[in-house]
């Protein structure tokens, strides 16, 4: 019951940055196992531990290799895709968008299989950018001790 709470409240606290798509010095990855792996998604976040500050949540169900990015941006009219980019790769998916109801702006929620080409690129320790419309959320090579376990819980 302890971890569930723990991860809401993560996940409740990366919402609060609408539009901020700058890392602050402090962000680190972050995995969170799945406490229910049957109903439970595994999270892979990048913020400040402990606060309410973070710039993306990746969440998959275990072993469906899709996941759920989610970014947190300004309102922006020009919503409806989402391009990924890490290194050389380049991919484009259609999002979905919700009120924010924390802070002003927008969640964006985009759908990419663990083989799309940003993604493998990201893995294998490129970083990544995720555009929406007229923002962009830049965040650097995940560490390879929270992509391991998250990559191998999502599968694919």
Known sequence: ??????????????????G????DPDMVWIYMEPSHPQTDPARLAYGVPATEDGLISIDCRPGSGTLSLTTWIDPD???????????????VHSSKTEPNDIAEGVAVETSASTQDPAIRAFRKGAALSVITGRSV?????????A????FRVCGG
């Open 20 to 23: 901020a798509g700058r890392a």
């Open 1 to 18: 019951m302890r971890r569930v709470l723990a991860s809401a409240a993560i996940a409740v606290s990366l919402v609060t940055l609408a």
């Open 137 to 145: 959320t830049r965040l650097p090579p995940v560490t390879r001790a």
């Open 77 to 91: 009219p020009h919503v409806g895709r989402t391009t990924l980019r890490a290194g050389a790769a380049r991919s």
């Open 147 to 150: 992509a391991e376990p998250f």
